[in-house]
Structures are given as structure tokens and as C-alpha cells.
């Protein structure tokens, strides 16, 4: 797939809005920050419900233009016609989604190593995230921190884009950036704050500011799909 249009990728989890009484509403603050992709991961709900809320979010997303990728359930993505969905290491693997749902379909992969990132991109993944990248609460079952060598490692190995996930906050943006990551993918920094709107923009500004300073030092062009 060429080109993913966003390099802010909000993932819901239920527990980062306790300032929210909606996830809905929560969602729809970081939307108007001006966020372009939203994943619904909120693995505690039953089936039936999680359908409810992707018809929803399908709603919502459209309203401001953004990308809407379901977590694993791919038959819940075709259902409410989102954009793509997510995938984990125990989910189908890519190249069997991408022969349920065809081209158009988005997929990402969630990554731990350099090696699962290398898997899912010739299994078929349009990007992955990996991470976590620095020490956060929502990442802990993963293990230890991989750190920025990592991410330097996988970007001299892949070719689709990485997002780089856990602890990443507006201030070690550039960090991450300059590791070679397309992107960054974020929780809590974002639904976790009281103003979800501000701490959107914030995000959106520093990814801005240091995705254009991180092409500028590679003169300008460098990494192609990061431009995209």
C-alpha cells in the first residue's frame, strides 16, 4: 500500500479514559486535535458489544476524515466497513487477512523485536508498531523496554513503515524520529490526559516539528515514505 496517510496512531483502551465518562466521547476529543487514525482495541468487551462501539467509531472517524482499524477481529472490521485492522502475534497472520479482505485493506502488526517486524512485513503488513520503546505501565507484560537501538536496527531492515509504541511522549518524540521511525503510536499520553484535545495537538506539533528537522538533516528526502 503506498502511503498510510497518518504517523499519529491513537489505540483506545477504556482504561486510559477515567477522565471521560464516554470512550466515545474521549475518542472524539483526539479527532478534533486533528488525529487521522484511530485503533479500537478494547479487548474486556464481549463480541456483541465490541460490534456496537465499531459502528460507532465507523461513524465517528468518517465524521473527521480519520482511518479506523479494528484489534484481531477481522470479521468485526468487514462488519462496519473500517478502514483495516490490527493484528498481534497470536492473530491470523497477514498474508491470510489480506486474502479475506483484499488489497485495499490496512493492516498493521504489533512488534516486539526486530525479527517479528521482519515477519510481518513479508508476511504482507502495509506497517507495524514496535515497542515498547521506552518503560510504560500499559506495556510492562511485554517485558523490558527494546529501547532506541532498536528501532535503529529495524529501520535498517524493513522497508514498510514502523510506528514506535510505549512511553513515547511530545518531548522524546525526536528521539524516536530520528531512530528511524514513520510514527509514533500512543495510549494514555493521549486519552489518559484532562484536555485529550491539547495533548492530541501536542502530539501532532512535535511530530511536525521533528519529522521535518529529522528530513532536513538526511537532506530532504531521504526516506521516502516518510514524507507520505
Known amino acids: 500500500m503506498n502511503g498510510i496517510g497518518f504517523n499519529l496512531y ?4 477504556g482504561r486510559s479514559t477515567a477522565n471521560c465518562s464516554s470512550l466515545l466521547f474521549a475518542v472524539g476529543e483526539a479527532l478534533r486535535s486533528g488525529i487521522k487514525a484511530v485503533q479500537l482495541r478494547e479487548k474486556c468487551l464481549t463480541t456483541r ?3 456496537s462501539v465499531a459502528y460507532q467509531m465507523r461513524d465517528l472517524t468518517a465524521k473527521y476524515g480519520a482511518k479506523l482499524l479494528i484489534n484481531d477481529r477481522v470479521d468485526i472490521a468487514l462488519c462496519v466497513g473500517a478502514d483495516g485492522v490490527h493484528l498481534g502475534q497470536l492473530s491470523l497472520p497477514a498474508f491470510a487477512v489480506r486474502k479475506i479482505a483484499g488489497k485495499r485493506f490496512l ?8 525479527n517479528e517486524a521482519l515477519i510481518a512485513q513479508k508476511q ?7 515497542g515498547p520503546v521506552y518503560r510504560t505501565p500499559s506495556k510492562l507484560k511485554y517485558g523490558s523496554p527494546i529501547g532506541e537501538e532498536t528501532l535503529r536496527r529495524a529501520k ?25 521511525a ?9 486519552l489518559g490526559e484532562a484536555d485529550i484535545k491539547a495533548a492530541g495537538e501536542r502530539y501532532l506539533t512535535s511530530l511536525k516539528i521533528f519529522t521535518h528537522a529529522s528530513l532536513a538533516e538526511e537532506g530532504g528526502g531521504g526516506i521516502a515514505w516518510r514524507t507520505k
Open 10 to 13: 491513537l489505540i483506545t483502551d
Open 49 to 51: 458489544d465490541i460490534l
Open 107 to 114: 493492516i498493521g502488526v504489533s512488534t516486539h523485536t526486530v
Open 124 to 130: 504482507g503488513a502495509d506497517f507495524v508498531t514496535l
Open 156 to 180: 535498517a531492515k524493513l522497508s514498510i513503515p514502523i510506528f514506535g509504541i510505549g512511553g513515547i511522549k511530545p518531548d522524546n518524540i525526536h528521539n524516536v524520529i530520528q531512530c528511524g
Open 182 to 190: 514513520y510514527g509514533i503510536a500512543a495510549i494514555s499520553g493521549i
